[in-house]
Antibody
Framework: DVQLVQSGAEVKKAGESLKMSCKAS????????IGWVRQMPGKGLEWMGI????????RYSPSFRGQVTISADPSIYTAYLHWSSLKASDTAIYYC????????????????WGQGTVLTVSS | QSALAQPASVSGSPGQSITIPCAGT?????????VSWFQQHPGKAPKLIIF???NRPSGISHRFSGSKSGNTASLTISGLQPEDEANYYC???????????FGTGTTVTVL
């Protein structure tokens, strides 16, 4: 099956580190952009950044540059989102999204989404 | 990069047609034919329903259609059905960030 499966819900304290994952299957992971989207409680969608797993080219939204690190390991078809020091304001649902679903050929078309990872950070 | 502007809510009766506008700039919607639309039901992941302005992914109903004029894109839902009640987000490639930029989101209510 063509799918993205994200790691499970996390409950953390402010100041802790976290690396969440997104495992792809069913398509050529190295040759499609994959990105991360934040959705804060009751709010809209925000692009955090995207990565091309084949060469690790990464692009960050200005709002998230320096706040998180996006990485990927094409050998295990997995993308990551990492925080070195969490804040209470990082509490949100995080989605990974890929262009590997079969309909997209570039631009800003993302046709494959993970189920989302709920992150709760207490102060 | 500011979010693209969408109305907070749009409503319609079953069978009617509604249109959701999405206003951007020449640096995103106006400059590229890379507008997509997502449907999100409560507690679910977003689902792509339109890509590259007016194309439907496989399996998406013909009742959903997209268009663009200048710096504004639009999503039209025809023959409105109860299951169309959801949040809808536009998204466009942005030349300034080389990423996408989402719209503010529109809640569609079926009366």
């Amino acid at each position: 099956d063509v799918q993205l499966v994200q790691s499970g819900a996390e409950v953390k304290k402010a100041g802790e580190s976290l690396k969440m994952s997104c495992k792809a299957s069913g398509y050529n992971f190295a040759n499609h952009w994959i990105g991360w989207v934040r959705q804060m409680p009751g709010k809209g969608l925000e692009w955090m950044g995207i990565i091309w797993p084949g060469d690790s080219e990464t692009r960050y939204s200005p709002s998230f540059r320096g706040q998180v690190t996006i990485s990927a390991d094409p050998s295990i078809y997995t993308a990551y989102l990492h925080w070195s020091s969490l804040k209470a304001s990082d509490t949100a649902i995080y989605y990974c999204a890929s262009q590997g679903g079969g309909d997209c050929s570039g631009g800003s078309c993302y046709d494959l989404w993970g189920q989302g990872t709920v992150l709760t950070v207490s102060s | 990069q500011s979010a693209l502007a969408q109305p907070a809510s749009v409503s319609g009766s079953p069978g009617q047609s509604i249109t959701i506008p999405c206003a951007g700039t020449a640096n995103d919607i106006g400059g590229y034919d890379y507008v997509s639309w997502f449907q999100q039901h409560p507690g679910k992941a977003p689902k792509l329903i339109i890509f590259d302005v007016s194309n439907r992914p496989s399996g998406i109903s013909h009742r959903f259609s997209g268009s663009k004029s200048g710096n504004t894109a639009s999503l039209t839902i025809s023959g409105l059905q109860p299951e169309d009640e959801a949040n809808y987000y536009c998204n466009s490639y942005s030349g300034s960030t080389t990423l996408g930029v989402f719209g503010t989101g529109t809640t569609v209510t079926v009366l």
